[in-house]
């Protein structure tokens, strides 16, 4: 299109020869760039999905898995009290030495009313996900049906690669399976029996851990990520691994 | 029997006269390595499997936070040695560089062995390596870099003992056709091992094209410096004069180590420079943990020191004529890689994934140091190496070479 425009504009001196569909093309281009350079305005015509992906992306229409599993933590809520860790550890019989999920601590000393804020971390199933990539034996995958990171225990060689490639220390192998383990958002403990929460989420007194269907337009999920003027941002939007785990405050 | 097994028409009972011979020939302080590398290589295995049936976590050092430890890196340095001497000997045998020629069949048999040494210490660090044997085959992931690495080098081993194998009969062509596929093969699994850590975008310290690039470049200094050095070993093991064409030979392999120390070094620099430069955090503190920190003499000792600039002196002093310097810059290049390896691979594991967040327990470097069982497989490792490349020399006569 932008090759179409140059085209264009130097083979006329105005333009006035635009024909009206190129036209549309440069203001829906220009919204574009204004939206992402705005920051989630108002004014925006882009998803702020495409923000929390941190890059333009094809997910702006259309998520790619049906039902598509995402979780919203509100890290403001969060207390540390820990009940998550040990509702997925009873849940999904994790070990002492290992954790699907953990909580983090960040001090803030210079902080007005607050000088600590707590940071509840797990497996982000990406939609760009290393872990999967780098197994040699598929052992970890992407499930093409929720877009959940699953293990196929028999297979994992314990190579070790995909805690490695892993950005958010998400994996721990697990002596009892001869395996790495890691959430799966209960899928099998829980969502395949029925359950419509994972057990961090249902657990939780706080309501931190929003947990939900993204695709779907009523889901609480969809709507606070969609939410123009909620601040949602992902960790490690860099590693480009595309969360389905969002983080916001509020 | 002038050449290797390279008589055809021989009995057994006259090759099992001819090898009982050789070995027979041996000092005494041939016998003593033999015995000390055998048995660091026992140790290393019963190390290894005490691990797998115990559980590495029992006895290795590992953690969550940094899952590859020296294993890693001891299978890093003796793969990328054997991808050294498989493309440094490829010069000669394969191109037809008659300066390479005296030692094809040495280097040939060396890249096997290292390659084994490698296969031997990541056996003992892959923790149920029954399901590789299976789901490597079965289950294959070709977007993995790991499995390709493996893969790769797996059928570059096999290529290798043919190509050995055609030399000994004499076979060149075969020989030749053999380990022109093994060398494609071994330098794409090197890329491939480069790949395990430069394709990680999670890893600041490890991601881009570098490292693929370093491990190539570096692979060949290590390469030239091992030639050198099995070399010289090899003639004290055989009571062997240095001949007019090894001599060529040896500064061959020395202007070609002299060059790549150089190549490396700028690189070093380079990376140092643009980090400090731009201070990518990740990157940043992985480089100054080298610079300053923990790895500070890991790094300055080990790597630049031993690896690079004291065999550069050396190798420039030796004129390529003096024996000892020869054998003492080579050892010290080829062991001191070993440094190069280990601070690559565990320096990008102890900045933590989360450091710029700020947390708790993860805003400084993470601490990791091998333990006993480790450093026993790794010790196997080298022993290994070293019992094969003793038993080699008798069991093949020296590797002598004809013209191919």
Same mark, same amino acid.
């Given at each position: 299109m932008i090759r179409n425009m140059m085209k264009t504009m130097t083979?006329?001196?105005?333009?006035?020869?635009?024909?009206?569909?190129?036209?549309?093309?440069?203001? +829906?281009?220009?919204? +574009?760039?204004?939206?992402?350079?705005?920051?989630?305005?108002?004014?925006?015509?882009v998803s702020v999905v495409e923000k929390v992906y941190a890059t333009p992306n094809q997910y702006h229409e259309k998520y790619p898995y049906k039902p598509h599993y995402s979780m919203v933590l509100h890290v403001d809520r969060c207390v540390d009290c820990e009940k998550c860790i040990h509702a997925c550890a009873k849940t999904n019989d994790i070990p002492a030495y290992g954790f699907r999920t953990n909580i983090l601590e960040r001090q803030i000393p210079d902080g007005i009313e607050q000088q600590v804020e707590f940071l509840p971390v797990l497996c982000n199933q990406c939609n760009v996900a290393q872990c999967a990539r780098v197994c040699p034996t598929s052992a970890t995958y992407k499930s093409s049906e929720n877009g959940i990171v699953m293990m196929d225990v028999k297979k994992c060689i314990g190579c070790l690669s995909c805690q490695v490639a892993c950005p958010y220390n998400a994996r721990y192998f697990n002596e009892e399976k001869w395996a790495v383990d890691k959430c799966n958002f209960c899928f099998d403990t829980r969502l395949s029996k029925g359950e419509e929460l994972t057990a961090c989420a249902d657990a939780c007194p706080a309501g931190v851990r929003i947990f939900g269907d993204i695709s779907e337009q009523t889901s609480r999920v969809y709507?606070?990520?969609?939410?123009?003027?909620?601040?949602?941002?992902?960790?490690?939007?860099?590693?480009?691994?595309?969360?389905?785990?969002?983080?916001?405050?509020? | 029997m002038a050449n290797g097994m390279s008589g055809v028409g021989i009995t057994l009972v006259e090759l099992e006269s001819a090898l009982? #011979?050789?070995?027979?020939?041996?000092? @005494?302080g041939y016998y003593v390595a033999v015995l000390i590398s055998g048995l660091l290589m026992l140790a290393g295995a019963v190390a290894g499997l005490y691990a797998t049936v115990g559980g590495h976590h029992t006895v290795y050092n590992v953690t969550r936070e940094i /899952?590859?430890?020296?294993?890693?890196?001891?299978?890093? *340095? *003796?793969?990328?040695?054997s991808t050294g001497l498989c493309l440094v000997s490829s010069i000669g045998h394969i191109f037809g560089s008659k300066t390479f020629m005296p030692i094809a069949k040495r280097a040939v048999f060396l890249a096997i062995v290292t390659l084994m040494s490698g296969f031997f210490v990541i056996l003992a660090e892959i923790k149920v390596?029954?399901?590789?044997?299976?789901? @490597?085959?079965?289950?294959? @992931?070709? #977007?993995?870099?790991?499995?390709w690495m493996g893969t790769l080098y797996g059928l570059a081993l096999g290529l290798m003992i043919m190509e050995f194998i055609f030399l000994m009969l004499g076979r060149y062509r075969s020989a030749v056709i053999c380990g022109f596929i093994a060398l494609v093969g071994e330098i794409a699994a090197n890329s @491939?091992?480069?790949?395990? =850590?430069?394709?990680?975008?999670?890893?600041? *310290?490890?991601?881009?094209?570098?490292l693929p690039i370093f491990f190539i470049a570096s692979a060949v200094m290590v390469g030239a410096g091992a030639i050198i050095f099995f070399q010289i070993l090899a003639q004290k093991i055989n009571g062997d004069e240095m001949t007019g064409a090894m001599r060529v030979c040896l500064a061959g392999a020395r202007k070609v180590a002299i060059l790549m120390i150089c190549v490396i070094l700028f690189m070093t620099i380079w990376r140092t420079v643009s980090t400090l430069a731009g201070m990518p955090n990740g990157q940043y503190v992985g480089v100054m943990a080298m610079? #300053?920190? /923990?790895?500070?003499?890991?790094?300055?000792?080990?790597?630049?020191?031993m690896t690079l600039l004291a065999p550069l002196v050396l190798f420039v002093l030796s004129r390529g004529t003096h024996v000892r310097m020869l054998l003492l810059a080579?050892?010290?290049?080829?062991?001191?890689? =070993?440094?190069m390896r280990y601070n690559m691979i565990i320096i990008g594991q102890t900045i933590p994934v989360y450091i710029d967040l700020n947390v708790t327990g993860y805003t400084e470097l993470l601490h990791y140091f091998p333990s006993v069982d480790e450093i026993i497989v790794t010790l196997g490792g080298f022993g290994m190496t070293g019992f094969l490349f003793l038993l080699g020399e008798k069991f093949f006569n020296g590797h002598k070479v004809e013209e191919h």
């Amino acid at each position: 299109m932008i090759r179409n425009m140059m085209k264009t504009m130097t083979q006329n001196e105005g333009v006035e020869a635009l024909s009206g569909e190129e036209r549309r093309e440069f203001l +829906k281009l220009g919204l +574009k760039v204004t939206g992402v350079f705005a920051g989630g305005s108002l004014l925006s015509l882009v998803s702020v999905v495409e923000k929390v992906y941190a890059t333009p992306n094809q997910y702006h229409e259309k998520y790619p898995y049906k039902p598509h599993y995402s979780m919203v933590l509100h890290v403001d809520r969060c207390v540390d009290c820990e009940k998550c860790i040990h509702a997925c550890a009873k849940t999904n019989d994790i070990p002492a030495y290992g954790f699907r999920t953990n909580i983090l601590e960040r001090q803030i000393p210079d902080g007005i009313e607050q000088q600590v804020e707590f940071l509840p971390v797990l497996c982000n199933q990406c939609n760009v996900a290393q872990c999967a990539r780098v197994c040699p034996t598929s052992a970890t995958y992407k499930s093409s049906e929720n877009g959940i990171v699953m293990m196929d225990v028999k297979k994992c060689i314990g190579c070790l690669s995909c805690q490695v490639a892993c950005p958010y220390n998400a994996r721990y192998f697990n002596e009892e399976k001869w395996a790495v383990d890691k959430c799966n958002f209960c899928f099998d403990t829980r969502l395949s029996k029925g359950e419509e929460l994972t057990a961090c989420a249902d657990a939780c007194p706080a309501g931190v851990r929003i947990f939900g269907d993204i695709s779907e337009q009523t889901s609480r999920v969809y709507r606070e990520v969609h939410q123009v003027s909620r601040t949602v941002w992902v960790l490690r939007p860099e590693a480009g691994t595309k969360p389905n785990v969002f983080y916001t405050r509020g | 029997m002038a050449n290797g097994m390279s008589g055809v028409g021989i009995t057994l009972v006259e090759l099992e006269s001819a090898l009982i #011979t050789r070995m027979r020939s041996g000092s @005494n302080g041939y016998y003593v390595a033999v015995l000390i590398s055998g048995l660091l290589m026992l140790a290393g295995a019963v190390a290894g499997l005490y691990a797998t049936v115990g559980g590495h976590h029992t006895v290795y050092n590992v953690t969550r936070e940094i /899952p590859w430890g020296v294993l890693i890196s001891s299978y890093v *340095f *003796f793969v990328v040695t054997s991808t050294g001497l498989c493309l440094v000997s490829s010069i000669g045998h394969i191109f037809g560089s008659k300066t390479f020629m005296p030692i094809a069949k040495r280097a040939v048999f060396l890249a096997i062995v290292t390659l084994m040494s490698g296969f031997f210490v990541i056996l003992a660090e892959i923790k149920v390596p029954i399901r590789m044997l299976i789901y @490597n085959i079965i289950s294959p @992931n070709l #977007t993995s870099s790991i499995w390709w690495m493996g893969t790769l080098y797996g059928l570059a081993l096999g290529l290798m003992i043919m190509e050995f194998i055609f030399l000994m009969l004499g076979r060149y062509r075969s020989a030749v056709i053999c380990g022109f596929i093994a060398l494609v093969g071994e330098i794409a699994a090197n890329s @491939n091992l480069a790949g395990v =850590f430069g394709l990680l975008n999670g890893r600041e *310290f490890w991601h881009g094209p570098y490292l693929p690039i370093f491990f190539i470049a570096s692979a060949v200094m290590v390469g030239a410096g091992a030639i050198i050095f099995f070399q010289i070993l090899a003639q004290k093991i055989n009571g062997d004069e240095m001949t007019g064409a090894m001599r060529v030979c040896l500064a061959g392999a020395r202007k070609v180590a002299i060059l790549m120390i150089c190549v490396i070094l700028f690189m070093t620099i380079w990376r140092t420079v643009s980090t400090l430069a731009g201070m990518p955090n990740g990157q940043y503190v992985g480089v100054m943990a080298m610079l #300053t920190g /923990p790895y500070a003499l890991s790094f300055w000792g080990g790597e630049i020191l031993m690896t690079l600039l004291a065999p550069l002196v050396l190798f420039v002093l030796s004129r390529g004529t003096h024996v000892r310097m020869l054998l003492l810059a080579s050892a010290m290049m080829v062991f001191g890689a =070993f440094f190069m390896r280990y601070n690559m691979i565990i320096i990008g594991q102890t900045i933590p994934v989360y450091i710029d967040l700020n947390v708790t327990g993860y805003t400084e470097l993470l601490h990791y140091f091998p333990s006993v069982d480790e450093i026993i497989v790794t010790l196997g490792g080298f022993g290994m190496t070293g019992f094969l490349f003793l038993l080699g020399e008798k069991f093949f006569n020296g590797h002598k070479v004809e013209e191919h």
